[in-house]
């Protein structure tokens, strides 16, 4: 990409690339669809998938557009920092956005970037009231019941916010993986802002989980157990 991207004869306010989608994730086109329908309402079009979908002259052209987004920091941080140390392209520094409280934070930072701050206030309204319109229907079923949480040490903060918009009560967190020990007990590095009254507990296997949740049965039962 350093040898390849030509300084930029002319740039198109109204197109940006997309840096960084993994090519054997499974979900990538469903992800740049919900992507490119939040794009288009800003009035922008994406200029080149780097590298997913990629020809050499698209490659050269790169430059062209007015912002970059990446999809994921861990591939896409690299090559937005490259052109904007060489050619002073600016870029959106977060992930594709996962979540409604993410997209909108999300919409409201690109927003910023191409001086459409009104307009993207708007987007995000509108995605909000068609998000909790849909929530309804699945409300009638799972409000007032109870989630636990079992992943490795990645963000579900949107998980906990999807849980609470549906009245549903997230009992307890179990992580998988390696966690961060603070003055306060153990939290995840990577799970995001979780409600702090949620319990978070590091667990090494499937064993360990059934433990405590029967553990918390009995307790909330009103009983004692040492």
């Known amino acids: 990409i350093e040898n390849l991207v030509e300084p930029p ?15 054997l994730a499974s979900d990538v086109e469903t992800n740049f669809q919900e992507i490119e ?21 698209e490659i ?16 896409g941080l690299y090559p937005a920092r490259l052109l904007q140390e060489k050619y002073e392209m600016p870029f959106l520094g ?11 934070d999300w919409l409201r930072h690109l927003g910023r970037l191409l001086d459409r701050e009104g307009l993207a206030e708007e987007i995000s309204r509108r995605e909000e009231e068609a998000f ?11 409000s007032g019941k109870r989630m636990v949480i079992n992943t490795v040490d990645r963000q579900v903060d949107w998980l906990v916010d999807l849980a609470q918009s549906l009245e549903m009560e997230v009992v307890q967190i179990n992580v ?17 802002p979780i409600d702090p009254s949620i319990p978070i507990c590091p667990v090494k296997g499937p064993g360990e ?3 405590e949740l029967e553990r918390r049965r009995i307790a909330e039962a009103g009983l004692h157990v040492r």
């Open 94 to 104: 977060a992930d594709f956005p996962v979540g409604q409280r993410e997209t909108a």
């Open 37 to 57: 329908q939040l794009l288009g309402q800003l009035g922008v079009r994406v200029g080149i998938r780097f590298v997913r979908h990629a020809t050499v002259e």
């Open 176 to 192: 998988f993986q390696l966690l961060k020990e603070v003055e306060t007990g153990y939290s995840p590095r990577n799970l995001g």
């Open 60 to 75: 050269r052209r790169m430059g062209e557009a007015s912002l970059n987004l990446i999809s994921s920091r861990e591939t």
């Open 9 to 23: 004869r002319s740039q198109d306010r109204n197109r940006v690339n997309v840096l960084g989608e993994k090519a």
């Open 209 to 211: 989980i059934q433990v």
């Open 132 to 142: 909790l319109k849909q929530l309804d229907r699945y409300k009638k079923v799972l």
